[in-house]
């Protein structure tokens, strides 16, 4: 079974602090994804990477950046976090001849 | 870029009973088509997903629809179950990389 764990459940931190979210897959996948999820809005994608050092914008990549240095971990960082990133995070991988993503059970974050 | 919207939002049933949930999405290159269930405190699990060179397909109680040429897919659950309370989304792949999702759909299963 493809595992996609996400580094933290849940987390709170202050406005202006740096915040890390890190995905981690073990199935060998090409591509990983990060989206956020608010409520009536589904999910938006943030940002993904093709590959290893690979990194393209999504949707809403204002306030992010990403980095992967390892096929298998994708980080998400917050740079300067501020309350409207408050959100569920969630990471997703899949391989790039299939086009099915497997998603990790989310991080809630507080931006307080 | 795709745009997908998806309804009801919310949708209650009896138990036993079926549920219908409905997408369209708006970009002709798409050609992959998931649905994913997510329950309370998890991350969105597959459940279903068709492609655009196929027309209906069925796995047990769950079945998904898609109309290319009216770009609407919907998912449809029979005999309805308590278990199958959770949010539901729809999605759209147009083959780059990236999966457009509908707000979702919360079904409750009355017992």
């Known amino acids: 079974d493809v595992k996609v764990t996400q580094s933290s459940r849940y987390l709170v931190k202050r406005t202006g602090e740096k915040v890390f979210l890190e995905c981690v897959q073990d199935?060998?996948?090409?591509?990983m994804f990060w989206y956020r999820q608010d409520p009536g809005l589904g999910l938006r994608l943030i940002y993904f990477?093709?590959?290893?050092?690979?990194?393209e914008k999504g949707d809403i990549p204002e306030g992010y950046s990403v980095s992967r240095e390892k096929k298998e971990r994708f980080s998400l960082i917050l740079e300067s976090a501020s309350t409207n990133q408050t959100s569920m995070y969630l990471c997703?991988?899949?391989?790039?001849?299939?086009?099915?993503?497997?998603f990790g059970p989310g991080t809630r974050l507080l931006v307080l | 870029g795709e745009n997908v919207e998806q309804h009801p939002s919310t949708l209650s049933v009896q138990e036993g009973d079926s549920a219908v949930i409905k997408c369209t999405y708006s970009?002709?290159?798409?050609?992959?088509f998931p649905w994913y269930k997510q329950e309370l405190g998890k991350g969105p699990q597959l459940i279903i997903d068709?492609?655009?060179?196929?027309g209906e397909k069925k796995d047990q109680r769950i079945a998904v629809t898609l109309n290319k040429t009216a770009k609407h897919f919907s998912l449809h659950i029979t005999e309805t179950q308590p278990e199958d309370s959770a949010v539901y989304f729809c999605?759209?792949?147009?083959?780059?990389?990236?999966?457009?999702f509908g707000a979702g759909t919360t079904v409750t299963v009355r017992a």
């Open positions: 997703a991988s899949r391989t790039t001849s299939i086009q099915t993503q497997y």
């Open positions: 970009d002709s290159a798409s050609n992959y």
């Open positions: 199935m060998d996948h090409e591509n």
């Open positions: 999605a759209a792949d147009s083959n780059d990389y990236k999966l457009s």
């Open positions: 990477s093709y590959d290893v050092k690979m990194k």
């Open positions: 068709i492609r655009s060179n196929v």
